[in-house]
Each structure stands twice: as C-alpha cells, then as structure tokens.
T-cell receptor, first 112, second 115 residues
Framework: GENVEQHPSTLSVQEGDSAVIKCTYSDSASNYFPWYKQELGKRPQLIIDIRSNVGEKKDQRIAVTLNKTAKHFSLHITETQPEDSAVYFC???????????FGTGTSLTVIP | DAGITQSPRHKVTETGTPVTLRCHQT?????MYWYRQDPGHGLRLIHY???????DKGEVSDGYSVSRSKTEDFLLTLESATSSQTSVYFC??????????????FGAGSRLTVL
C-alpha cells in the first residue's frame, strides 16, 4: 500500500512569516493529494487539494506544489496568522481502491 | 458538517467487551471510511466501504469489523476491546469519483477509552 511521510512534525513561526510542510509518497499510482487542517478538538477539514496533472495550486494565502517525478508535495502558507495554528495533514489517494493514506501530521504554531 | 453523524461521541468501556460505533450520513455518498487517530500516527485507515455490503480492509484492520447494510450507515465493531484500541475514531465519506472531486469529509469523531 501507499506510504506517506510528512515533515516536520512540529513547526513554530512568527506571525507574518511563511510556513512550509513537506510530504513524500511511495505509490506512483496515487493521483490526488489533499491537505487537511485540524484545530484542537475538531474534525479534519479540507483546505486545499491538487491532482497529479497539476504542478501548483493556490488559494489566497495557501498554495500546494506537486513534483510527480520526485513523489513529493508541499503546503505553503504565507503571511501566517494566529488562527493558522493547527495540525495539518497531507494525504495521498490511490487510484485503484480509492483509499486515502495520511501523513502523521504537522503541528503548526503561529506566535503573535 | 451536518451531513455526517457519529455516535456515541464518547465511550468508556472495559477490556474484553464488544463496542459498536455508528456513522450515519445524509449525503448519499458512495464511499465511507473509518479512521483512528493516535498521537504520532496521524490518521490510519481501519476499513472502508465502496457500496452497500461492499467493504475492504485498511492498514490497521485487526480486531475490527464493519458492516454497511444501508447507504447511509457504516458500523465499526470492536469484537473484544483492548487498551490498544483506545483512540479517537473518525468516520469519513467520499463521493468516489476518481477523476472528479472526491473530497473526503469527516464526522466529528468518537473518543473511545478502553480500561
């Protein structure tokens, strides 16, 4: 099955700085890569996603890049704000079984 | 999200007892998933379903069984609960469109403590 690795496990940034979270995947058949944000005590919620036929996608302050050759994808958050503090999960979906495999999460803290 | 309801939201039980968690959706989504969330492990897939009575194992299925007799309901059963199954369990649904927007939507979670 798919194996998704995520780094770093914790990240602290000053408000206004950028944050970058990186993930790698193992299965070249994976074709869809979502990112989820989970606030303390809440459910994970989709914030952005990218498909294998696209190299980059942006939505206001967040962007995701995908390098299919290297099998890695990254989440970029610019101009961070305290409300960006949360745990972020990357995931990869295998095309064959429609299974989603998640990374182990990154706890982001934005220091005011 | 109002379309996915998990019950119970909290449960404390003893080792060796059976436990059933229920996930109910009103979205008419084809796919349903059960994940467990543990510190340092992220979200790990237990079982998933791709239609009524169609289920398959995930990466951590030992000690768990599932059933889906209706599109809207997906049950997760711990046949004989162990302390290692203490976790937060999330149900999720997906439309199942491989080329389309198969967005995974999560329920609020069920916190299970096995003493």
């Amino acid at each position: 099955g798919e194996n998704v690795e995520q780094h770093p496990s914790t990240l602290s940034v000053q408000e206004g700085d950028s944050a970058v979270i990186k993930c790698t995947y193992s299965d070249s058949a994976s074709n869809y890569f979502p990112w989820y944000k989970q606030e303390l005590g809440k459910r994970p919620q989709l914030i952005i996603d990218i498909r294998s036929n696209v190299g980059e996608k942006k939505d206001q302050r967040i962007a995701v890049t995908l390098n299919k050759t290297a099998k890695h994808f990254s989440l970029h958050i610019t101009e961070t704000q305290p409300e960006d503090s949360a745990v972020y999960f990357c995931a990869a979906r295998e095309d064959t079984g429609n299974q989603f495999y998640f990374g182990t999460g990154t706890s982001l803290t934005v220091i005011p | 999200d109002a379309g996915i309801t998990q019950s119970p939201r909290h449960k404390v039980t003893e080792t060796g007892t059976p436990v059933t968690l229920r996930c109910h959706q009103t979205e008419n989504h084809r796919y349903m998933y059960w994940y467990r969330q543990d510190p340092g492990h992220g979200l790990r897939l237990i079982h998933y379903s791709y239609g009524v009575k169609d289920t398959d194992k995930g990466e951590v299925s030992d000690g768990y069984s599932v059933s889906r007799s209706k599109t809207e309901d997906f049950l997760l059963t711990l046949e004989s609960a162990t302390s290692s199954q203490t976790s937060v369990y999330f149900c999720a649904t997906g439309t199942g469109l491989r080329s389309g927007a198969n967005v995974l939507t999560f329920g609020a979670g069920s916190r299970l403590t096995v003493l």
